[in-house]
C-alpha cells in the first residue's frame, strides 16, 4: 500500500456538499489551500492543507485547482472512417437526419479488430488529456450479431461502462423489414451482446426515419431490462417525442439530448429527478447547426441535469468535455457551477454510480488538474487545453 498525498492545490472542487468547512454557496463543496490523500486508487482523505495527515509520497500540484475527473457519459467511440464531408455539407445548410450512421456502420464492419482497438485507444487517449477520467462506450456502428459483440468486447477493454446501441439505426439490409430487425435485436444481437454490456440503449426518434419509434423502442429496452442491463435512451433530439416519457415509464438512467421538451415532458423529468437524469450534449447541436436545449429552464424545474460529448463521428466529433462546458455557459444560460457539477456529479448520476464525481473519502482517486488557481478558468480560456486527468500513479501528467 503505497499513499500519496496531493498539497499546494490553490482550490479543490469536490462536489461533496457535507464537506466541512467548504464553501457551499453554490454546489461545488470549495476548498481553499486544501490537500488530498489518495491511497490504492481510492480517495482517504480531503482537508485543510495545513491539517493533512503524513503519507508516503507528496505531491504538489503547485497552486493550480483541483477537480473530480470528467466523466463524459455518452460516447460512440467504437468506429472507424471519415465523415468530415457530411460535417461540412450541414455546415452549408444540409439537415441533419440520423442517415450518415450507414457510412460508419460499413467502413467500421470492414475494419479489423486491431484497427478498431487502436483508433479505440487514441480517443480515449485524447480524452484523457483533457481531463476526463470515466467514459461510457456505445456500440451501434455494427448492427449485426458478430459486429455489435466485437464492438463491446474492444469497448469493454477500456471501461466499464459498455453500452449495447444495436438499435442506433434501422441497417440498410433491413430497410424494408423493419420488425425483423428489432426481433433480431431483442433475440439473438442481445444475447450475445448483454455478457460485455452494462447497459442498453435505442434511438427513439419519430422525427427520423432510420430510428426507432416509440413501440419499438419500448421492446427493444423491456427487452435489455429482462436481460440484466441498465436503460438509457437517446431522445427528443430532433423534435417533440416520446422519448422522454418513455425514459421515465421504463425508469432509464438517462435520457439524452433532450433538445425539443414539451412542458410535460419537463413536469415528467422534474418528478423523476431521483431516477432519470436529462444529459444534455450540445457539441451536437453545435455541430448540426441546431439550437440548443434549454438547460436554464430544466434546471429551475427541478431536473437532474448532466453534460456529455456524445462524440461520435457523424454529429460531434469532439471528444472535449472543456468544449462543452463552455457552450454549456454561453449558449445555455448554465453558470460555470452548474455546468461543472453537470459533468462530473451530474454524469456520474446519469451512469448510477457514486463512486466517482465527487471527491470524497472512498470514492475513486479520479483527479484532474486545471493549469490556474481556480476551476473558473475553464470558462474563461475557451479553446485552451488547462485540464488534464492526473494519472492513476498520482503524477501531475505534463
Ligand atoms: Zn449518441
Known amino acids: 500500500m503505497t499513499s500519496i498525498v496531493f498539497t499546494g492545490i490553490a482550490e479543490l472542487v469536490t462536489n461533496d456538499s457535507l464537506l466541512e468547512g467548504a464553501d457551499h454557496s453554490e454546489s461545488l463543496g470549495l476548498l481553499a489551500e486544501a490537500a488530498v490523500v ?33 466523466v463524459d457519459s455518452h460516447s460512440h467511440l467504437v468506429f472507424a472512417g471519415d465523415r468530415s464531408r457530411e460535417f461540412a455539407a450541414r455546415m452549408t445548410g444540409v439537415r441533419y437526419d440520423g442517415g450518415g450512421i450507414s457510412a460508419t456502420v460499413s467502413a467500421t464492419r470492414s475494419a479489423g479488430d486491431d484497427e478498431l482497438r487502436g483508433l479505440l485507444a487514441a480517443r480515449v487517449a485524447e480524452m484523457r488529456a483533457q481531463g476526463t477520467s470515466t467514459v461510457e462506450i456505445k456500440s451501434g456502428y455494427g448492427l449485426n450479431v458478430q459486429d455489435e459483440v466485437r464492438a463491446l468486447r474492444i469497448a469493454a477493454e477500456f471501461t466499464s461502462e459498455t453500452t449495447f446501441l444495436g438499435a442506433h439505426v434501422v441497417p440498410p439490409e433491413f430497410a424494408d423489414r423493419r420488425s425483423d430487425y428489432v426481433d433480431l435485436v431483442i433475440g439473438e444481437m442481445l444475447a450475445a451482446c448483454a455478457p460485455h454490456a452494462r447497459w442498453i440503449d435505442v434511438f427513439c426518434e419519430p422525427n427520423s426515419p432510420h430510428a426507432f419509434t416509440e413501440d419499438e423502442a419500448r421492446l427493444v429496452l423491456s427487452a435489455g431490462r429482462d436481460a440484466g442491463l441498465g436503460l438509457r435512451l437517446h431522445g427528443n433530439q430532433l423534435g417533440h417525442g416520446p422519448g422522454v416519457r418513455l425514459a421515465v415509464e421504463l425508469g432509464a438512467a438517462s435520457v439524452d439530448h433532450c433538445t425539443f421538451l414539451s412542458a410535460e415532458d419537463v413536469a415528467q423529468l422534474a418528478a423523476a429527478a431521483d431516477s432519470t437524469v436529462a444529459t444534455l450534449l450540445p457539441g451536437v447541436e453545435f455541430s448540426t447547426r441546431s439550437p440548443y436545449p434549454d438547460a436554464r429552464h430544466l434546471l429551475d424545474a427541478g431536473v437532474s441535469v448532466a453534460l456529455a460529448t456524445d462524440c461520435n463521428p457523424g454529429t460531434c466529433y469532439s471528444s472535449s468535455i472543456p468544449f462543452v462546458l463552455a457552450l454549456a455557459v454561453r449558449e445555455m444560460g448554465m453558470t460555470p457551477a452548474e455546468a461543472l457539477f453537470a459533468a462530473t456529479a451530474g454524469s456520474a448520476k446519469a451512469l448510477r454510480r457514486g463512486d466517482i464525481g465527487v471527491i470524497r473519502v472512498g470514492n475513486r482517486s479520479d483527479l484532474t488538474v486545471v493549469e490556474a488557481p481556480s476551476y473558473m478558468h475553464l470558462f474563461y480560456r475557451p479553446g485552451v487545453p488547462i485540464a488534464r486527468s492526473l494519472d492513476p500513479a498520482g503524477r501531475h501528467r505534463r
Open 38 to 70: 489518495v491511497e490504492d486508487g481510492l480517495i482517504a482523505w480531503v482537508g485543510p492543507a495545513a491539517q493533512a495527515p503524513p503519507a508516503d509520497g507528496q505531491q504538489d500540484v503547485g497552486g493550480r485547482a483541483v477537480i473530480p475527473g470528467f
